[in-house]
């Protein structure tokens, strides 16, 4: 259990996370504008007479979008309204020209209702984490202060894209029920699992550092063992795991010392300042009453059919997680391992792809792969669609799998095929059978070439042959080096231990 030692005793967190990701599609939530945001596009050239609040222009809901929230709450273990309605959250601010956002309001059943993720909590226990609700809202614009010495400018590319908010659930009727998150490391596992969720159904790229992934963080903390929850406040807009961690830790131990000062902490809305990692206050926080919701009288409620979710469900890909499982109980896999190779769908795929229906090369696949082929993504082409210079050779899944068979039908040993690798990184063309052939990279499998060699070996180290037939039976070592260096690396190291341990007794 995640405590905090204060003056007058110790402390736990309670944390929430309002986490925001922006929905894959080609165009927005409520108008045909490109939702392809790019910083590097002119700006106002993406928005649409809908997205700057033209008199008379009508939002037309995206009926993709509404589908990519579907699989994205079958991911989360959730359930799916079949009625749903949208509203207009009413708040002024320069980069929202229609003056509110069209969102889905609280006290209504959002898109996609309860569900949970699991994670590992600080004890490497199973934990599920309660999600309340998840619901669909138009992204508001970008200001830019730096354009203009007097004057910021607003930007309305990003106005209209979709969001998804997935929002924790803290059960205040039953403060003990700990399926919340109560530490920095744990809000960090989630997140990830919520970005793994969405890049591998497709739903979004989830990039903090893009933006398309942001999390508004909600921290109070209480005595160990109180019932009551504390006063909590929210940090907006987090974009970075570290730092979303580093902002817990600070408002958590600046909220504990107000507390045992003889204060009260109130319901504020924080800014985060990355170079000093505290947080200030920047705003009382607002309660959904400030926001003045009502029903947006040009959007008909959000009427969802059961052959519809049935039809997303079945095209769902394996998530991660039980992958994941799978790896580790069916190949064999370390916990890292099985890690590393479910960071993406196309990482999985290549990898499931190099195994084939052979599982005893899941093993060296996956060593392969994580120590070498993720060292060179140069030579690692996961997508096909992307361009790439021709001149680079890529390694394809066929290729470590035949390298990898012939280590295990002893035609190569590991040396070999390190130098066959370094042969195919460097551009050599042709499959690794057919670079062993034309560079000699074979293992000898004369057992009377070995033979010689041995004997060569021991005519020549007889003082070495004494120690070892007088006890010291780990000159094994040199013996075998003597012959691979005098069969250039070619003899097999096991029929050479074999010959020589007969030969020496």
Avoid at 12 to 40: C, M, Q, R
Wanted: aromatic share 8%; proline share 5%.
């Amino acid at each position: 259990m995640y405590t905090i030692k204060g003056k007058t005793g110790d402390w736990e967190l309670v944390i929430g996370l309002e986490t925001h990701i922006e929905v894959t599609s080609n165009s927005k939530l409520f108008s045909g504008a490109s939702a392809d945001y790019n910083p590097s596009v002119p700006a106002n050239t993406q928005a649409s007479f809908v997205d700057a609040a033209m008199p008379g222009m009508l939002p037309v809901l995206n009926e993709y979008c509404v589908e990519q929230a579907i699989r994205m709450g079958l991911g989360l273990n959730a359930e799916i309204s079949k009625r749903s309605k949208f509203a207009r959250k009413q708040y002024f601010y320069p980069d929202l020209p229609q003056g509110y956002q069209i969102s889905q309001p609280a006290e209504e059943p959002p898109i996609v209702g309860r569900g949970w993720v699991e994670i590992t909590d600080d004890d490497g226990n199973p934990k599920k984490i309660l999600i309340e609700r998840a619901h669909l809202e138009q992204d508001a614009g970008k200001l830019k202060h730096d354009a203009h010495p007097t004057k910021s400018m607003a930007d309305y590319n990003r106005t209209g894209v979709a969001l998804l908010e997935i929002v924790t659930f803290l059960d205040t009727k039953n403060p003990e029920n700990n399926s919340y998150i109560t530490s920095p490391d744990e809000a960090e596992k989630y997140l990830r699992q919520i970005r793994e969720i969405a890049r591998s159904l497709g739903v979004s790229n989830a990039n903090m550092e893009e933006g398309s992934m942001r999390a508004d963080v909600n921290v109070s903390v209480r005595r160990v063992g109180a019932a009551e929850f504390g006063t909590r406040t929210e940090t907006k807009n987090m974009v970075s795991f570290k730092f979303i961690k580093t902002a817990i830790e600070y408002e958590a131990r600046r909220q504990i010392e107000i507390i045992e000062n003889g204060g009260t902490v109130s319901q504020d809305t924080m800014h985060y300042n990355q170079d000093s990692g505290t947080t200030t206050v920047m705003r009382s926080k607002e309660d959904a009453l400030d926001y003045r919701y009502f029903p947006d009288p040009d959007l008909l409620p959000l009427i969802i059919e059961d052959d519809l979710i049935e039809r997303i469900r079945a095209t769902l890909p394996e998530l991660p997680s039980v992958r994941r499982a799978r790896y580790m109980s069916e190949l064999g896999l370390s916990e890292y391992d099985a890690a590393r190779l479910t960071e993406s769908v196309q990482i999985s795929n290549w990898f499931e792809s190099a195994v084939g229906d052979k599982l005893v090369r899941a093993k060296p696949i996956a060593n392969w792969m994580i120590s070498e082929l993720f060292a060179h993504p140069e030579n690692f082409v996961l997508d096909e669609s992307i361009q790439r210079d021709e001149s680079i050779r890529i390694i394809a899944p066929s290729d470590l799998a035949e390298l990898v068979d012939m280590i295990s039908e002893n035609e190569i040993n590991g040396k070999m095929a390190k130098d066959i690798f370094v042969k195919m990184l460097d551009g050599e063309t042709g499959s690794p059978k057919q670079i062993a052939d034309k560079f000699g990279l074979k293992q000898m499998s004369d057992t009377g070439a070995i033979v010689s060699a041995v004997d060569d070996v021991i005519a020549k180290n007889a003082s070495q042959v004494e120690q070892y037939k007088s006890g010291k039976v780990g000159l094994i070592g040199f013996f075998v080096g003597q012959v691979m260096k005098a069969t250039g690396g070619a003899a097999n190291p096991e029929v050479v231990n074999k010959i020589l341990k007969e030969k020496l007794g």
